[in-house]
């Protein structure tokens, strides 16, 4: 026994020096990178070059930063033929370029997550690390080939698993089970919809799939870029560091609002709401924007010196209806237009002179009064702001039989603003101008886009990422019963379809890794109450904590709650209907505790049921879930979102009585 301990120990320093020098190798690439950094502009050719060269190398730098915290490597793989590789989060090569660690992304690394007992993939041996702040601490190791396999049982990924969690999300590298690394190395071209219960992953699923995409496919996602798109920006700060840990900082995150360029200084009627979110909107506006083209009434008649050029009603009647039915975007229709216009003139000066006009002649006619005169009674130019102020202005025309007379009256203004510029413009008007931005010209788009919380996308909203993703595949990450927007998805084949990406293969996630079952089985008793089809989760944890309190005092027996749940590790969250947030808070100040809101990195939180979607805690106080109900139509779909939050201890606290399917 002491001689297998002595070799344990052996094993373990070697595993540690492996570390250091891991680490010291490491800390050399990114000396290297800086010296290159700092004598770039010695070496390049020409400004841009040294630009270009000073930002790439900028870029790598950051990429090579090391935190010790974090564990360099969380894995080694023997192979039969004797071959062996650390795995960890980013390729560390020594002075020879010989690897000391392999990246995670890497071809190699797919056998640390998928091979098995049954399907060793050549693996002999696979070893999980033990870490502690940075410094290892254990191994353990699975002799693969002798059918010795831990799985969800190892002692080192579960505690991985359970550790308790303060501050923003990690990354889950080390924990990535077959069923998560299949969707993390889907291919660029698939679109694919993950239907994830609280707990089981999905977010990281889609954080690791941008970063997995960004090792394969760098030089094309470096020109298009990544987006990640989530429900709000305390999500967004929620999640920011993961990928930063990955070697990843050239990914945008953003919410849909924040894609608008429109400045938002209004606000909708609950009605107002539902109506231009609704995906006939689209319709009104194309059929709206329609109406600005005519077939042209007269010829053009153009001077040029001594003679004049003459395009008869005919022809250019036909020029405009053989662009209309081309389907270009309307400002695209515009050029086309101008240009197939001044190529018929051309023809004339080159059938009188026998020669080609220069450019500057084309670029002249183009501008001519005339022809500008053409365009703008038969194709005039419109901005995406006048365009939908003139719809909200007056709806009948376009909307007429599309929306109903009580739906046009619902988004009609009744006190029309003097112009565009003088519209107070809401949320759901920043999205309308999206849309109609969309039927006027082409808009930018990304590589790949990951949308989390998508349950939440109005078919409008949708459309909003559908013209960013024209060319690019999607990572739809959510879950139907977390659907609490008036508009929310109950059929993912619907949300795709307003995507554009219909088809796409929706995969589910039931097994739960963060959220305990005892956390899990309360929260499935809402699920036949919240109209969509989705499966009940369960889960791996068994370890988890719930009490649920029936109360005479809500306010003691919060702080009560709250000074428990600081006995033991991690972050804790006080969650409760909006209008009871600010007293909550108040009471717990007064009673000396350190409090902060989604906006803070406190231990303490207290935060509204509507931001606590996507967030995660160690330990998590719901109080007076009837309230939380009562709060918003899809109340209960609300409630199952904040009880899912729970990562170790949920306590329920209550005065009044709990909703029925509690």
């Avoid at 909550?584 to 906006?599: F, K, M, P, S």
């Amino acid at each position: 026994m002491p001689e297998a301990i002595s070799e344990l120990t052996v094993q373990l320093d070697e595993e540690s020096a492996h570390l250091t020098s891991s680490r010291a190798a490491l800390r050399r690439m990114r000396e290297h990178a800086q010296a290159l950094y700092a004598t770039g502009g010695d070496v390049a050719g020409d400004a841009y070059g040294a630009e270009s060269l000073g930002r790439a190398l900028s870029r790598r730098v950051a990429e090579l930063a090391d935190d010790p915290t974090t564990p360099l490597f969380f894995g080694r793989l023997w192979f039969a033929g004797e071959a062996d590789y650390h795995i960890g989060r980013r390729h560390v090569t020594d002075d020879r370029g010989e690897p000391l660690v392999l990246d995670w992304r890497a071809p190699i690394s797919r056998s640390f997550y998928r091979a098995s007992a049954s399907d060793p993939q050549g693996v002999a041996v696979r070893r999980r690390f033990g870490f502690s702040a940075g410094i290892l601490t254990s191994f353990e190791d699975e002799h693969l080939d002798r059918g010795e396999e831990l799985g969800t049982s190892s002692r080192i990924l579960t505690n991985e698993i359970e550790r308790p969690r303060v501050g923003p999300m990690r990354d889950i590298v080390a924990t990535i089970q077959p069923d998560q690394d299949e969707l993390v190395r889907a291919d660029i071209e698939e679109t694919i919809c993950v239907q994830g219960a609280p707990g089981t992953g999905k977010t990281a699923v889609g954080l690791h799939r941008a970063a997995f995409l960004l090792y394969l496919h760098r030089e094309r996602l470096r020109r298009s870029s990544v987006l990640i798109v989530g429900p709000n920006r305390a999500f967004l700060r929620y999640i920011a560091a993961v990928l930063p840990a990955l070697g990843e900082i050239d990914v945008a995150q953003s919410t849909v609002e924040d894609l608008l360029p429109t400045a938002v200084r209004g606000s909708d009627p609950p009605e107002a709401q539902l109506v231009k979110h609704d995906p006939r909107m689209a319709a009104v506006l194309h059929r709206a924007l329609r109406r600005y083209v005519r077939r042209p009434q007269e010829p053009i008649v153009v001077s040029d010196g001594a003679y004049k050029w003459r395009l008869p009603e005919s022809v250019l009647v036909r020029l405009v209806d053989d662009v209309r039915r081309e389907k270009p975007p309307h400002g695209i229709g515009r050029e086309r237009l101008r240009a197939r216009v001044v190529a018929l003139l051309q023809r004339q000066v080159e059938a009188r002179s026998g020669e080609s006009p220069g450019e500057g002649w084309v670029r002249k006619m183009g501008r001519s009064a005339p022809v500008v005169a053409f365009l703008d009674a038969n194709w005039p130019a419109v901005t995406p702001e006048a365009l939908v102020y003139e719809v909200l202005r007056d709806p009948a025309d376009a909307a007429e039989g599309i929306l109903t007379e009580a739906e046009q009256t619902a988004i009609r203004w009744a006190k029309p603003p003097r112009s565009p510029k003088a519209a107070r413009w809401s949320a759901a008007d920043a999205v309308l101008i999206d849309e109609a931005a969309g039927l006027i010209d082409r808009l930018p788009s990304f590589g790949h886009v990951v949308i989390d919380e998508a349950q939440d996308l109005s078919p409008m909203q949708c459309r909003v990422i559908a013209r960013r993703s024209e060319h690019a595949s999607l990572t739809l990450l959510g879950d139907l019963a977390q659907g609490t927007a008036p508009w929310a998805a109950r059929d993912w084949a619907d949300s795709l379809e307003h995507l554009g990406k219909p088809g796409a293969a929706v995969v589910p996630l039931t097994t739960g890794f963060r959220v305990p079952q005892a956390v899990v089985q309360l929260a499935n008793r809402l699920l036949p109450a919240l109209g969509v089809n989705v499966s009940a989760a369960t889960s791996l944890r068994g370890d988890g904590w719930l009490r649920v309190q029936d109360v005479s005092d809500v306010d003691a027996a919060t702080v009560g709650a709250v000074r428990e749940a600081l006995e033991q590790d991690g972050s804790v969250a006080v969650i409760a209907a909006e209008p009871s947030i600010d007293g909550l808070a108040a009471t717990l100040r007064a009673d000396g505790l350190d409090v902060g809101t989604a906006e803070d990195e406190k231990r303490i939180t207290v935060l509204p049921a509507t931001l606590a979607k996507g967030l995660e805690y160690d330990h998590v106080i719901v109080v007076e879930p009837a309230e939380i109900v009562a709060a918003e139509a899809r109340g209960l779909n609300r409630l199952y979102v904040v009880l899912t939050r729970a990562v170790s201890r949920l306590a329920v606290i209550h005065a009044r009585p709990l909703p029925e399917p509690l």
